[in-house]
């Protein structure tokens, strides 16, 4: 590859001075860099690796999405390339530099026929999600391929590495706070007040059940609320029988998630430990929504004390919470003004930088 011998002309001592050389020499070879996404479909998930290649993109380097379906109209792909192609044909892949698997059925194409740099985006170790069992066994056969692991919260690192799944690196959480201000017209007397719920139902590390049987015991009582459901899937027979919402919103759009965030008054977050990152809180929290969050390692990375927190799992926990926090305008106002300062520790730039580290690394160093 021609990338990898203009790497090599270089010497060890000028390479490794400093972070700055390593972007200096990425830039220079203009690296091309090559993403395995098994699904254009609207999700959080899809709109990380997406962000990751436009931000590459935007550094200067050749960047293309390789995809077996249509370039999504839900997010603007403008400076890296789409490729729609299934991954043993595509063009790209052939003449790339690094590859990059997204997700556990892309890593087996990303290490076929490939002598260069194999990394695998990891958010969340499948294995780990009961909604996977029939598939563990070919989840944890990707996870033993020869990659480097890139881990977007430093719990997801770690538990990759307890499972002896090296080398993993913590990149980051990309995100643009701009997309999720928060609003300055917010009040704190709304009644009744709207909850938000986001999230699979289906999927359990998402918490959805527990979480309407809370809601719907504290209705029982005569606490009054009006619950917003949002979701990439229809609601279901078994949700509604649970707890019917005032409102249910189907694959939302960006802006259309910040309308949400604005028109809402508390915020749930009950995802299980084996969630990867939950992106909804951090969009939550940026918006200036206050939060009740299950006390999980990726929630107290991304709020800190920005947040309430409930043992996970615990519905009576949560249904106490809420009942607490529906009533405490000042705490809310409180939460709510902390939520965006919290927000800003991430950002999509940093991301991108770490990348460009790790990636450049691997291929002066071997991989």
Known sequence: ???????????????????????????????????????????????????????????????????????????????????????????????????????????????????????????????DFSFYTPKRRDIESAYKEPTHKLAVSPHIARRLAAVGYTPVTYVGQTFDSEEFPPDPMRRFDRFPPRVLLIGIFEADVKGIRETLEALAGLRRSGIMFHLHRVSTWPISPEEASILMPDAYRLRLTTSEMGEMYHASDLFIGPSHPEEGFGLPVLEALSSGLPAILSDTPAHRHIARDAA????????????????????????????????????????????????????????????
């Open 1 to 127: 590859m021609t990338n990898r011998s203009s790497y090599e002309k270089n010497s060890r001592e000028e390479i490794i001075n400093s972070d700055a050389d390593l972007f200096r020499i990425f830039r220079e070879a203009c690296v091309r860099i090559a993403y395995l996404v098994a699904s254009s479909d609207i999700s959080g998930g899809q709109r990380v690796i997406f962000q990751q290649a436009e931000a590459l993109a935007d550094l200067g380097c050749d960047v293309t999405l390789v995809c077996p379906e249509p370039q999504p109209d839900w997010f603007p792909v403008r400076k890296a390339r789409w490729e729609t192609s299934p991954f043993h044909r595509s063009k790209a892949l052939a003449r790339t530099d690094i590859r990059v698997a997204t997700f556990w059925t892309t890593v087996a194409a990303a290490v076929t026929d490939f002598s260069g740099p194999v990394f695998h985006l990891c958010q969340g170790y499948e294995a």
């Open 308 to 367: 309430e927190y409930y043992p996970v799992r615990d519905a009576e926990a949560l249904a106490w919470m809420l009942s607490r926090l529906l009533a405490d305008g000042p705490r809310r106002a409180q939460l709510s003004a902390m939520g965006p300062i919290e927000a800003v520790r991430f950002r999509t730039g940093d991301v991108a930088d770490r990348l460009v580290t790790v990636f450049t690394k691997a291929l002066l160093h071997g991989h």
